[in-house]
């Protein structure tokens, strides 16, 4: 059950997401509108001020529609991870919990939405590969405990997606910002392209079958994973850690 606190708490956020809401619909409307007047004078036609907007969206075309569209749904996108957190944040959900939950809603979720199912086969992008990053960086430090710690790099190309994971003798944790990941050059790019063919396992004579690879090398660890989202979540952060820590031991 919510305390009283807890209420009171959820129902200031209620009021704050809905004033937002309605600024954010608003100033969409206004640049429909605005976008509109443009359209419109431009063919020197005459109309009211007073046009109802959904008269200005039937006549708009369809690419500022859909800008329109995209900035409202993010604003929706934006107030869901607003709740998200803050329900969290009140029942005290331990951080790897919200991780597990935020990316089965986000993205495993919808392999059981067939209209929804190419979101979750795409490329990620260079934040998603980011989060990834920091996340097996944080799972692995947590590992080993203090005077060592890891350095992650990725290095992306439309075939193939490559993390390279430097162990470190440091007592100080390893900073990794967006300079970490970088899309591969043609020499890079080539050498991925070939490595993902020939990952390829034929199951049958139409259908094909994308593996994954991880090489040890001294202090030096590779993954190479197909550039799909759901390979490169928070949450696979934490599960190729724990293959990574359980091949470590295994090797002790």
């Known amino acids: 059950d919510f305390s009283l606190e807890q209420v009171r708490e959820l129902v200031l ?7 937002d809401e309605q600024h954010s619909i608003s100033e969409a409307f206004s640049k429909v509108r605005s976008l509109q007047m443009d359209f419109l004078h431009s063919y020197q036609a005459m109309y009211p001020d007073d046009i109802p907007i959904l008269d200005l969206l039937s006549k708009m075309p369809t690419e500022q529609k859909t800008q329109i569209k995209q900035e409202i749904d993010a604003f929706h996108e934006n107030a869901q991870r607003t709740i998200d957190k803050k329900i969290f944040d009140l029942f005290d959900i331990p951080e790897d919990i919200r991780t597990l939950v935020t990316d089965f809603v986000q993205v495993r979720i919808l392999l059981d939405r067939p209209s929804a199912f190419e ?12 989060d990834y990053a920091r996340e097996l960086r944080d799972e692995l430090d947590g590992f080993v405990g203090d005077g060592t710690h890891h350095g992650i790099s990725i290095t992306y190309s439309p075939d193939l997606i490559e ?59 590779h993954i190479y994973k197909p550039p799909r989202l759901i390979d490169w979540t928070r949450t696979q952060a934490m599960n190729d850690a724990g293959d990574i820590i359980g091949e470590v031991i295994t090797e002790l």
Do not use: M, N
């Open 119 to 130: 979101q979750v086969i795409r490329e990620p992008d260079e934040q998603e590969l980011l």
């Open 13 to 19: 956020l209620h009021l704050r997401l809905v004033a």
């Open 163 to 221: 993390c390279i994971i430097d162990v470190v003798d440091t007592d100080t944790p390893i900073t990794l910002d967006p300079s970490r990941i970088r899309p591969g050059d043609i020499t890079s790019s080539r050498i991925l392209s070939e490595l993902s063919e020939s990952l390829k396992e034929q199951v049958s004579q139409w259908i094909y079958v994308q593996r994954g690879l991880r090489l040890f090398d001294g202090p030096r660890i």
